[in-house]
């Protein structure tokens, strides 16, 4: 499957920005999907995850409460919605797929992705 994401942007302190990934390709497997960000010079991180059925997610500590995942399968699409945002939620942020046979997986690490988006950038200013 092949993944773009869009939506990033200049965002003051306190904002709010809404991220889409939009699938294309085998869209008719089931897909666990998620949500990571990097900053230069440092490791990618992992941000939020959704399972396929879209009733089981997942978050980094830091943007709980924050953040909200979500997706429409029929749309082959996937969102991140960031609200309250501070100046250290600036990265490139990119989405990541893989096929799954369950409807209920949930991935959270870097390596257990098989697809790529190209990445978004976000810059919260301060």
């Known amino acids: 499957v092949q993944l773009q994401a869009s939506g990033g942007g200049l965002v003051q302190t306190g904002g709010s920005l809404r991220l889409s990934c939009a699938a294309s390709?085998?869209?008719?497997?089931?897909?666990?999907m998620g949500w990571f960000r990097q900053v230069p010079g440092k490791a990618r991180e992992f941000v939020a995850a959704?399972?396929?059925?879209?009733?089981?997610?997942d978050y980094i500590d830091s943007v709980k409460g924050r953040f909200a995942i979500s997706r429409d399968n029929a749309k082959s699409t996937m969102y991140l919605q960031m609200n309250r945002l501070k100046p250290e939620d600036t990265a490139v942020y990119y989405c990541?797929?893989?096929?799954?046979?369950?409807?209920?997986?949930?991935?959270?690490?870097?390596?257990?992705?098989?697809?790529w988006g190209p990445g978004t950038l976000v810059t919260v200013s301060s």
């Open positions: 990541a797929a893989r096929a799954t046979m369950s409807t209920r997986v949930l991935l959270t690490t870097e390596n257990e992705y098989r697809s």
């Open positions: 390709g085998r869209t008719s497997s089931k897909y666990v």
């Open positions: 959704i399972t396929w059925s879209g009733d089981v997610t």
